[in-house]
């Protein structure tokens, strides 16, 4: 499955964002998603998840409470809101596909990844 993330940008600290993950090539209801964060000189982590119906749903707690993910599956899209933005925030975002029910939630291995969008956030 290839994916495209964007909608990511600049925005002032207390903003928000909306970023998509537009998937194609495989049946989209088929995977479970997630989103990842890699911030400079860091590594990459999770952010959240959702399995493929869009029933659970997964946040890392740095931002929970603050992001939202969904997915609209006639779509071949996932989305994360992401309000009360912070500086901390700032990173490149990446969705990510894995087969449903591969992996348990705490599991962060993934098989298809997108190519990152990066999102600023100043102060």
């Known amino acids: 499955v290839q994916l495209q993330a964007s909608g990511g940008g600049l925005v002032q600290a207390g903003g928000s964002l909306r970023l998509s993950c537009a998937a194609a090539g495989r049946t989209f209801s088929n995977y479970d998603m997630g989103w990842f964060r890699q911030a400079p000189g860091k590594e990459r982590d999770f952010v959240s998840a959702?399995?493929?119906?869009?029933?659970?749903?997964y946040y890392a707690d740095s931002v929970k409470g603050r992001f939202t993910i969904s997915r609209d599956n006639a779509k071949n899209t996932v989305y994360l809101q992401m309000n009360s933005l912070k500086p901390e925030d700032t990173a490149v975002y990446y969705c990510?596909?894995?087969?449903?029910?591969?992996?348990?939630?705490?599991?962060?291995?993934?098989?298809?990844w997108g190519q990152g969008t990066l999102v600023t956030v100043s102060s």
């Open positions: 990510a596909a894995r087969a449903l029910g591969s992996r348990s939630p705490g599991n962060y291995e993934y098989d298809y």
């Open positions: 959702i399995s493929w119906s869009g029933y659970s749903t």
